[in-house]
């Protein structure tokens, strides 16, 4: 069965600070993607990448960085943690071709 | 303003009855998704519907697509408790496999 994980599951981070979010997938899917979730905002996409050592720039990506350095591997930086940067964060993955994500359990973020 | 989007932000049902959550959109798409999302957990696919397709079912789900209102309706049959969760439309946003998500019906199947 499909499976994307990701760690930590619930993090708080002080405001500055830096934070790194880590997925994991086992589906041998070739695109990988970072969404953040807020109240009444549904899921909007921060980077995603479509090959290892390649991201691209989603809808919301300033104050976010993305590395994907295997196909398995997918991480979300944030050099400088702000308030603004709460929320809930997820990570799904996708072959590219049947349109469909599978999506992981999903991160707590709090910034204090 | 949003690319895609669902039509009603609540919806509270009894248990037994039937419900429709509508979607809308803005740009051409290759194909449309409904997901469900429980509480504490990731969204879930429910039902593909690619833009040649006027509707599709998956067992108490139908879907339709109206490309020419650029509009989307998911229909629940017999809701059960197990059904309360958000539902989002998403799009492909023409089809560069970026994927556009509503903001979400919440719905609240009552015992």
């Known amino acids: 069965e499909a499976a994307v994980t990701q760690s930590p599951r619930s993090k708080v981070a002080v405001t500055g600070g830096k934070v790194t979010l880590s997925c994991h997938q086992t589906n041998n899917h070739d695109y990988m993607y970072w969404y953040r979730q807020d109240t009444g905002h549904g899921l909007r996409l921060i980077h995603y990448s479509y090959v290892a050592d390649s991201t691209e720039k989603g809808d919301i990506p300033d104050g976010y960085k993305a590395s994907r350095p295997s196909q398995e591997n997918f991480s979300l930086i944030l050099e400088l943690a702000s308030l603004s940067q709460t929320a809930v964060y997820f990570c799904?993955?996708?072959?590219?071709?049947?349109?469909?994500?599978?999506f992981g359990p999903g991160t707590r973020l709090t910034v204090l | 303003s949003q690319l895609a989007e669902e039509n009603s932000w609540a919806l509270s049902v009894h248990e037994g009855e039937s419900v429709t959550v509508n979607c809308s959109y803005k740009t051409s798409i290759t194909a449309l998704q409904w997901y469900r999302q429980k509480s504490g957990k990731g969204p879930a696919q429910l039902i593909l519907?690619?833009?040649?397709?006027r509707e599709k079912r998956n067992g108490r789900l139908r879907a339709t697509l109206d490309t020419s209102s650029q509009s989307s309706s998911l229909s629940i049959t017999a809701t059960r408790c197990e059904d309360t969760a958000v539902y989002f439309c998403?799009?492909?946003?023409?089809?560069?496999?970026?994927?556009?998500f509503g903001a979400g019906t919440r719905l609240k199947v009552i015992a």
């Open positions: 998403a799009t492909d946003a023409g089809g560069n496999y970026k994927y556009v």
């Open positions: 519907i690619r833009s040649n397709e």
């Open positions: 799904a993955s996708s072959d590219g071709t049947i349109y469909e994500q599978y």
